[in-house]
């Protein structure tokens, strides 16, 4: 007689249904504010079960957009949760590569996005003042003309003049300026850097603002009209706007901040930036923080995902704190980075966190000449921004 494997069978249930584990015995796993329940023949079933085939196949699923779910119309996605999705899906999607969406087991530990609690602090008012600095007018201004260039391919003119007009606006503010030459294919594009000393004796830790530049158009080609406002010229603006409110004060610890080339393409220019850091140099990174997708809010209450790793654990509390203290963002978690430019520096265990906004699949247009500044929500990318200003705040230490 031939073996059946036995079948799953799953329900998605309010994640504060905390007893579900007790009552079924069933395994589950929490995305965000939805409980994944599943059981397999002979298990107690999860209440109002869903029958899967002898076949399913229970994975996490974390993309870029929708990138996933364009590319597999005909998986069926149980839960989805904008990034992250869980799919009824066979193994051999997991052995297969890409660089906007990735499959794998679901996470041991029942967690794929967290939710924390909100929990406020006592707002330091020197922190408040340094809040009012970051204005509407200034992040609009730098979005504008960024969006407005015809594409910011990573191997482009535009990315070039891109480039060009960023170092001379963070050269007005006092930083020092200098260009990191990225290898992209069998072209070479650029990181923009900038310095800006701390006033703190002896050795001082650096703490970076990141983002990258360039932008894409994947239907229409390296050609092809990609104004990239989200993706992301969102980030790259908020990189100008925090390092403008950044040197206001002074700061024990150096700020850099970096302008990264080729992150559609692959992330070539952290990977290549972390890869030749000295491990001095290295060591003496206390924290990066990363935009990308700030911009275009998704759902009905103003969210933002933080998303970095174990390493990242310290960086994605202070922003919970600050975001709870200073915002009106919900937030949501997850300690399994993907796809942006904080994976470079998690990958050489340095603290590296990802901003970006809350259901970021809804967001349609990325990657497409319809990534536009009129779909930019102006007040979510800038209570992003208040956010991480407040946390960055804390890490630099005023002087």
């Known amino acids: 007689m031939l073996a059946v494997e036995p079948q799953i069978r799953w329900a998605v249930l309010p994640a504060d249904r905390s007893a579900a584990r007790s009552r079924t015995r069933a395994r589950q796993v929490r995305v965000g504010d939805q409980l994944l329940v599943w059981s397999q023949e002979g298990d107690p079933a999860p209440e109002a079960a869903r029958r899967g085939t002898a076949e399913s196949e229970l994975s996490l699923v974390t993309q870029v957009g929708r990138a996933f779910q364009d590319a597999h119309p005909g998986v069926p996605v149980v839960l989805d949760h904008g990034r992250h999705l869980i799919v009824d899906a066979g193994v051999a999607l997991r052995e297969r590569a890409d660089t906007c969406w990735r499959v794998e087991p679901l996470p041991a530990d029942g967690v794929a996005v967290d939710r924390p609690e909100r929990r406020a602090g006592a707002a330091d008012p020197e922190v408040e003042k340094l809040l009012l600095s970051a204005t509407r007018p200034t992040y609009e201004s730098d979005l504008t003309w960024i969006s407005q260039l015809d594409t910011r391919h990573s191997l482009s003119a535009g990315f070039r003049q891109a480039a060009d007009r960023a170092e001379a606006a963070l ?8 260009r990191f030459a990225v290898v992209v294919g069998g072209g070479q594009s650029e990181n923009v850097i900038a310095d800006r000393p701390g006033t703190g004796e002896g050795p001082r830790g650096v703490v970076l603002v990141t983002a990258h530049l360039d932008s894409v158009n994947l ?31 002074a700061w024990r610890n150096d700020v850099r901040l970096i302008l990264f080339g080729g992150e559609e393409q692959g992330l ?23 935009m990308d997708m700030i911009g275009v809010r998704n759902s009905a209450e103003p969210a933002v995902l933080l998303e970095g790793a174990p390493v990242s654990r310290g960086l994605i509390d202070d922003l919970s ?53 009129a779909n930019i929500d ?22």
């Open 268 to 290: 070539f220019g952290s990977r290549q930036y972390v890869a030749a850091l000295p491990p001095a140099e290295r060591s003496r990174i206390r924290a990066v923080l990363n």
């Open 219 to 249: 239907a229409g080609g390296p050609e092809a009209l990609a104004p990239g406002a989200d993706d992301n010229g969102s980030g790259a603006a908020g990189v100008l706007l925090l390092g403008q409110v950044l040197a206001t004060r």
């Open 378 to 399: 102006f007040d979510l990318a800038l209570e992003i921004l208040r956010m991480n200003a407040a946390a960055l705040a804390g890490w630099l230490v005023p002087g």
């Open 321 to 373: 704190a600050a975001a709870a203290t200073y915002t009106r963002l919900r937030v949501e978690t997850s300690l399994n980075p993907f796809a942006s430019d904080h994976v470079p520096f998690i990958a050489a265990g340095v603290p590296a966190v990802l901003t970006i906004e809350g259901n970021d699949s809804a967001n349609g247009t990325i990657h497409s000449e319809n990534d536009r500044l």
């Open 171 to 178: 050269n007005a503010l006092g930083f020092a300026t200098s």
